[in-house]
């Protein structure tokens, strides 16, 4: 994934993107992103990295509808992650999410041309 997939970055988070294959696919989720996230230990303690994953999957299932399908996906946390999940709230952290899913051009074609 690391060496044959692409990726974005902003300064919270790295998307790391792949094509999924047709026979990686179960039938059933064929339209749908397989998404992964990794929090190291460099963020803080157990319950600060519970905390960070806990947000990441909760704003990326707000925002599954707007993803395209199709895709493995691996979102890796950065250090400035904690600070903003205290700061922002997980509104915030939704917001960052989508910035790289749109940098990646990974956001469904509806969700690209809605304005701000």
């Avoid at 060496?3 to 989720?29: I, K, M, Q, T």
């Avoid at 339209?31 to 157990?46: D, E, P």
């Avoid at 709230?89 to 899913?101: S, T």
Wanted: proline letters at 4%; hydrophobic letters at 35%; glycine letters at 6%.
């Amino acid at each position: 994934m690391y060496r044959a997939g692409r990726s974005v970055a902003n300064r919270y988070l790295v998307l790391y993107y792949f094509p999924r294959s047709d026979e990686s696919a179960p039938s059933n989720a064929a339209t749908s992103s397989r998404i992964g996230f990794s929090v190291s230990k460099r963020l803080g303690s157990a319950v600060d990295r519970n905390r960070v994953k806990r947000s990441l999957r909760e704003a990326s299932r707000l925002s599954e509808a707007r993803i395209q399908g199709g895709f493995d996906v691996v979102l890796i946390a950065r250090e400035p992650m904690t600070e903003l999940l205290d700061r922002g709230g997980a509104g915030a952290v939704e917001e960052k999410v989508l910035e790289v899913f749109r940098k990646a051009s990974l956001l469904a074609p509806q969700e690209e041309q809605r304005p701000s």
